[in-house]
Structures are given as C-alpha cells and as structure tokens.
C-alpha cells in the first residue's frame, strides 16, 4: 500500500481533509474540554501538535481517550466526533509528524504556530490519534 493511501475503515483518515477538528480531552472528573487542533496524515497515521504547557497535553498525560469531530477553526463541529486515543510521540515519529504538520499548514503551524512557541519558551509536542478499540 502507498504511504499516502488511508487504510480503509479508518474514521480519523477523512478528518484530515478538514482544516481543524474539535479535540475533545477529559479532565480527572471526566468533564469534557473541546480544543481546535490541525491534522497532518501519513497513509493511516494521523497526527497533531500542542504544547507541554497547554491543558490538553496535561489531560492526555492523565487520559488517552479523546473525542475527534471536524470542526469550523474557531473549533465549533461541523459533524459527527470519532472515539480516539492519542499517544505522545517521540524521537522519529515526533519529527515525522512535525514535519507532516508544518508542511500542510505552512504559514499558520509551520511559522506562526511555531514562532509562538519558541517565543514562549513552549517545548512543542506531537501525538498520533488511533481509532478507539
């Protein structure tokens, strides 16, 4: 299979098309906390950035689940949430979907989004979503 081609049955594989999708993370309580995020795609893998100062990434430390909708980029859905679960990547992987992520999103996630961060002093992270079992 070509790397660029979705594995079949794989939701999370169509939202890439989508400018932003609503990540939805859960607190301890399990209350729910909806942030926009840009994805970036390779084949069936499926990535997104944030950074180790924000929320959802101390959410996802405490909890994997997450919710995926497509969304308009101010993060309102715009279609039904996928059940995911979202790892944090490292080492080639996390470069792999930096790379993937700065491309698709040049000006926004490749420039302004990353001078952000170093501006801030922000370590910046990638993860990769897998449909929910």
Not at 85 to 102: C, K, M, Q, V, Y
Request: charged share 25%; glycine share 8%.
């Amino acid at each position: 299979m070509h790397p660029g081609t979705p594995t079949p049955g794989n939701p999370l594989v169509e939202l890439d098309r989508h400018w932003a999708v609503r990540l939805t993370t859960f607190r301890r309580d399990g209350t729910p906390v909806s942030t926009p995020v840009s994805l970036a795609r390779s084949g069936d893998r499926v990535f997104f950035r944030t950074y180790e100062q924000a929320g959802k990434f101390k959410r996802l430390r405490n909890d994997q689940r997450v919710l995926v909708a497509p969304s308009t980029p101010r993060g309102t859905a715009t279609g039904p949430a996928v059940e995911a679960r979202a790892t944090l990547l490292s080492g080639p992987d996390d470069e792999l979907a930096g790379r993937l992520i700065d491309a698709k999103h040049r000006i926004f996630q490749g420039f302004l989004v990353r001078t952000a961060h170093r501006l801030r002093r922000f370590t910046t992270r990638h993860f990769e979503l897998h449909p929910a079992p």
